[in-house]
């Protein structure tokens, strides 16, 4: 923001403010309406007798003091239903009757023009303009194509002081319709007269001390209206802007074109073209110091209108006629401001009317030149701001009923910040005061990222690692290990999500993350570890919802079913992975311890065959003995049992009596064949 620098340039600008004249302080116009713009802002005044349907012309001297005015001509009133041409003095009194063979046409869009005459004072020059329906009522005789450029000489000193005609010179050129316009000379008393020469192109005439010299005539096809800008720099007509060349005369051919302009008029300082485009409903304005100027149009209006014709005026404001076709009243609106911050004041004045009208009067613009504001106007924006991210911000001057241009091409009172960077704004007040002030949006540096969402099986861990750079914290904080760190952990049992908030001065920003728990698989074994001799075999009883995983095969009779049978050569350590359908896995591990064989013999000293079933036979009992044959002796050498299989105590089928006998037994012990003798005793 810089306040100082934008009042400097404004005054910079205002230092070369040209005060507009006088001349053009009295309008007469339409049926019988006048405006007088000697008490700074237009005033409505009576009488007039004014009768045009379009073109008009006023003058007035340099106090503002009403000369006379004309409506620039006419044909037969009976025959056209026209008015006929005529130019009344002050006092509103008929000065010169044009009858209907003289000067302009009653509809032609700029039927007449007034300029004083070069180096004559009290003399001025009144041209007229032919309009393209002359034929309405009948060809006049002698004039086939109509009356075309044609110019009277008025001199303020007849009829005391009321104005006469001394001199009528007709039709200087012929076939010429609708558009007049008259721009000074830069040496600020000629004039240069410019018109269509129908379709040969434009004809420009100079206006000196010595008279009106010969045309030059310049290769540019145009219609309708033609404007010149209050410099003398351009000049515009139906379908393009030119460069104009007030000391020689010349028009620029390349042009700049456009297209549905129907009403156009230059701002007082000419930098600007006022326009009303019809296809696209826009009221704007084209900016003559841009580089590419039909790119520059700027719509600071969008309205549907009926329009009649634009001009400007001795306020530094531009008028222009708004009508409605099916209604009597006619309006005129003013587009204040300009040279500033144009805005709108829509139909400012109401003209009550049974029949409407187009025009307004024509003038040599240079009359309402104006290159500046005459004051300044205190505009605040306010201190320097931060904007936030995704935050709205809106800014205004708190200046009421005034014009407005931002720099982003916004002509509203406020607008709304969503991007950093510079913001001006040039407010135009009511008088066309003018304040600029630039406010500078700075982005918040805070950043925020709370991280990718996660999906994870149950279970798992899961860490959280969000960035930013400002005061921090988890919610709903129950979630994570630590709330207020941006690195934590997730020790949330379900879904959730999950929200970062950072705070960094006035600026908060938020983020979420989803955490997607899924079904974790629960795989589980029976037995737990277990203990088998080799050579044995243990069954190992997996549950969990998925497929099955056993490692390592070795040993197992499957490794993808849920029960193997194991039979390890060595002690093994087990694992089952059971995966899911979502992908989520378990595992668990059991462990099979294999042992070495049982390769003891038990020696039994003694047994009891008395049919408890307790220790009622001899045997050598192991547990992994196999008996292949047994031999008993009594203590006198005698055999009373041979077999493979233990002794029950019986010889003969006869009950052997206690004793001590002998014996001797052939054995396989752990695969190993034995013998092994001895001593049993038999007791009853």
């Known amino acids: 923001m810089n306040k100082k620098l934008a009042v400097i340039a404004l005054i910079a600008v205002f230092a070369g403010a040209v005060n507009a004249q006088k001349e053009g302080n009295i309008w007469h116009f339409g049926e019988g309406f006048a405006l007088d713009f000697n008490s700074g802002a237009p005033v409505i005044t009576a009488p007039s007798a004014m009768s045009t349907f379009e073109g008009c012309a006023s003058i007035a001297d340099a106090d503002g003091n009403l000369l006379f005015y004309t409506n620039g001509g006419g044909r037969d009133p009976i025959l056209s239903g026209q008015s006929s041409g005529k130019i009344w003095n002050r006092n509103h009194e008929v000065l010169y009757d044009m009858g209907n063979t003289e000067g302009g046409g009653f509809s032609a869009a700029q039927s007449s023009v007034i300029i004083p005459k070069p180096g004559a004072p009290g003399r001025y020059y009144l041209f007229t303009m032919e309009e393209i329906e002359f034929y309405i009522g009948g060809d006049v005789p002698g004039q086939p194509q109509g009356r075309g450029l044609s110019y009277f000489e008025i001199d303020m000193a007849q009829n005391g002081g009321l104005g006469g005609v001394v001199d009528y010179t007709p039709m200087i050129l012929v076939p010429s319709y609708e558009g007049l316009c008259a721009v000074r000379h830069q040496n600020g008393s000629d004039y240069w007269i410019i018109v269509h020469n129908d379709n040969l192109g434009m004809s420009v005439f100079p206006v000196t001390a010595a008279g009106v010299g010969a045309p030059t005539l310049y290769n540019i096809i145009e219609s309708g209206i033609i404007k010149g800008s209050p410099d003398g720099k351009w000049i515009c007509s139906s379908n393009g802007i030119y460069p104009f060349d007030n000391q020689t005369g010349a028009i620029t051919n390349a042009g700049l074109q456009y297209a549905d302009i129907s009403a156009y008029e230059f701002s007082p300082d000419g930098k600007r073209l006022f326009f009303y485009q019809s296809n696209n409903q826009q009221l704007g304005y084209f900016n003559l110091t841009a580089a590419d100027i039909i790119g520059s149009s700027v719509a600071f209006e969008q309205l549907s209108l009926n329009i009649g014709q634009m001009q400007v005026a001795a306020d530094g404001n531009i008028y222009f006629i708004e009508l409605d076709f099916f209604s ?31 025009g307004l009067p024509n003038f040599d613009n240079a009359i309402f030149r104006r290159d500046g504001a005459s004051e300044t106007l205190n505009v605040d924006l306010g201190a320097d701001l931060t904007l936030c991210e995704n935050q709205v911000i809106r800014i205004g001057t708190g200046i009421g009923g005034a014009g407005y241009t931002w720099s982003n091409g916004a002509v509203t009172d406020t607008i709304d910040i969503t991007a950093p960077g510079s913001y001006a704004v040039t407010v135009t007040a009511p008088g ?23 999906t994870a099986c149950s279970g798992a861990q899961i860490a959280l690692q969000a960035v930013t750079n400002g005061v921090f914290s988890w919610s709903p904080a129950d979630l994570v290990a630590d709330p207020a760190a941006p690195a934590t952990q997730f ?3 379900t879904s959730a999500t999950l929200t970062a908030t950072a705070v960094l001065g006035d600026c908060l920003l938020s983020d979420t993350l989803s955490i997607n728990l899924l079904p974790a698989a629960l795989a589980t074994v029976q037995p737990t570890d277990t203990t088998i001799e080799v050579g044995q075999s243990v069954v190992l009883t997996g549950a969990g919802i998925g497929a099955y995983f056993w490692t390592p095969a070795d040993g197992l009779s499957c490794s993808d079913c849920p029960n193997p049978t194991a039979t390890p050569d060595s002690t093994t350590t087990y694992q089952l992975l059971v995966v899911n359908s979502n992908g989520c896995a378990d595992s668990v591990r059991v462990t099979v311890n294999v042992t070495p064989p049982d390769c003891s013999v038990l020696l039994p000293n003694a047994f009891t065959p008395n049919g408890d079933n307790v220790n009622d036979s001899f045997q050598l009992p192991g547990k992994n003995v196999e008996l292949r044959s047994l031999a008993v002796f009594n203590r006198w050498g005698q055999e009373v049992y041979r077999g493979n299989s233990p002794w029950d105590g019986r010889i003969a089928d006869q009950d052997a009596p206690s004793d001590v006998y002998v014996y001797a037994a052939e054995i396989l012990v752990c695969g190993e064949y034995k013998k092994q003798s001895g001593e049993i005793t038999l007791i009853r």
Not at 344 to 357: C, E, P, V, Y
Not at 435 to 452: E, K, M, N, W
């Open 328 to 358: 009597a009243p006619v309006a005129l609106s003013v587009i204040r401001c300009p040279n500033g911050a144009p805005f709108l004041d829509r139909k400012a004045f109401i003209f009550n009317t049974s029949n409407f009208f187009l």
């Open 432 to 454: 066309c005061a003018i304040g600029v002030d630039t406010l500078l949006v700075s982005a918040s540096p805070l950043i925020l990222d709370a991280g990718a969402d996660q």
């Open 491 to 493: 020790v949330g049992d």
